[in-house]
């Protein structure tokens, strides 16, 4: 659960203030009385309804520079001591499709990892410009780059990364091409009609270390209800969503749902998943 979110001012290493915090225009930029108080009354109301929540804070500049991330536990030190604080989630909307800032990506996993903290890579997407073969290559490297440095830093240097979300489910929902003037961008796993790109078979490949037996293929089944079945079967219910399933053999199987942002629907890839909520 999101408890607190983007309140390190990311131009610098001190907490938001004026208008872009109306908390931090109370208590200012060093004090963080309102972030320990919000996971005092977070964990309190968890454990009065016997949820099982694990409580974050969410942040894009968590691998932003070393004094950034120094930030992120600097403020939340209070909460973690109290035991208020769970995880951190690290926002990932790259710009830099050779992922040259590995060091950085490195150097935040373990810093969190050294302070105790479960990690969960939030928000990832790359802004390619590029839709043509070659750039979905390009994009399905970036992606592969960026994913290798996580694993490897979950497996071997036993980081507790525990999830990776994905901004938006393809490349007609992307936040991008509303937001900024100078697209139209393609950074998602899936395409403008909800078909896998070659990302999407990347990280599948990399994450499962199999090539999927089947592929997602979309069958237009009209008023039909949805029939999530194995093996790639697929339809499309009133709702206008689609679930896509290949069954990647005794590995698991790895099982995504294309909507349009709806409630529900979701990308799993192997233990990696991105879900909406209205």
Same mark, same amino acid.
């Given at each position: 659960?999101?408890?607190?979110?983007?309140?390190?001012?990311?131009?610098?290493?001190?907490?938001?203030?004026?208008?872009?915090?109306?908390?931090g225009?109370?208590?200012?930029?060093e004090?963080?009385?309102?972030?320990? $108080? +919000?996971?005092?009354?977070?964990r /309190?109301?968890?454990? *009065?309804a &016997?949820s099982?929540?694990? !409580?974050?804070?969410?942040?894009?500049?968590?691998?932003?520079?070393?004094?950034?991330? $120094? +930030?992120?536990?600097?403020?939340? /030190?209070?909460?973690k *001591?109290a &035991?208020?604080?769970?995880? !951190?989630?690290?926002?990932?909307?790259?710009?830099?499709?050779?992922?040259?800032?590995?060091?950085?990506?490195?150097?935040?996993?373990?810093?969190?990892?050294?302070? &105790?903290?479960?990690?969960?890579i939030?928000?990832?997407d790359?802004?390619s410009?590029d839709?043509?073969e070659?750039?979905?290559?390009?994009?399905?490297?970036?992606?592969?780059k960026?994913?290798?440095?996580?694993?490897t830093?979950?497996?071997?240097?036993?980081?507790n990364?525990?999830?990776?979300?994905?901004?938006?489910?393809?490349?007609?929902?992307?936040?991008?091409?509303?937001?900024?003037?100078?697209?139209?961008y393609?950074?998602?796993?899936?395409?403008?009609?909800?078909?896998?790109?070659?990302a999407?078979?990347?990280?599948?490949n990399?994450?499962?270390?199999?090539?999927?037996?089947?592929?997602p293929t979309?069958?237009?089944?009209?008023?039909?209800?949805p029939?999530?079945?194995?093996?790639?079967?697929?339809?499309?219910?009133?709702n206008?969503?689609?679930?896509?399933?290949?069954?990647?053999?005794?590995?698991?199987s790895?099982?995504?749902?294309?909507?349009?942002g709806?409630?529900?629907?979701?990308?799993?890839?192997?233990?990696?998943?991105r879900?909406y909520?209205?």
């Amino acid at each position: 659960y999101d408890v607190v979110n983007e309140v390190i001012n990311d131009n610098g290493c001190k907490l938001r203030t004026g208008t872009k915090s109306l908390y931090g225009a109370i208590f200012g930029e060093e004090d963080n009385t309102y972030i320990t $108080k +919000a996971f005092e009354y977070a964990r /309190a109301a968890q454990t *009065a309804a &016997g949820s099982g929540a694990k !409580l974050f804070y969410n942040d894009y500049v968590g691998m932003a520079s070393p004094g950034q991330m $120094k +930030a992120v536990v600097k403020y939340l /030190a209070d909460a973690k *001591a109290a &035991g208020t604080i769970d995880g !951190l989630g690290m926002q990932a909307h790259q710009t830099n499709l050779n992922v040259s800032d590995g060091d950085n990506i490195k150097n935040a996993l373990n810093l969190f990892k050294q302070n &105790g903290y479960e990690v969960q890579i939030t928000e990832l997407d790359f802004a390619s410009k590029d839709n043509s073969e070659s750039g979905q290559e390009t994009l399905a490297n970036a992606y592969s780059k960026f994913m290798n440095i996580v694993l490897t830093q979950k497996n071997s240097n036993n980081v507790n990364v525990s999830g990776v979300t994905f901004w938006n489910l393809t490349d007609l929902d992307t936040w991008l091409n509303t937001q900024k003037d100078d697209g139209p961008y393609y950074p998602s796993l899936f395409d403008e009609n909800y078909m896998p790109k070659a990302a999407f078979t990347a990280l599948i490949n990399l994450v499962k270390g199999t090539t999927p037996t089947a592929t997602p293929t979309a069958c237009h089944g009209a008023n039909s209800n949805p029939d999530y079945s194995a093996n790639g079967d697929t339809k499309y219910g009133t709702n206008g969503r689609t679930k896509y399933r290949t069954d990647s053999g005794a590995n698991g199987s790895t099982d995504t749902r294309a909507g349009a942002g709806k409630t529900g629907d979701h990308i799993d890839i192997g233990s990696f998943r991105r879900e909406y909520s209205d």
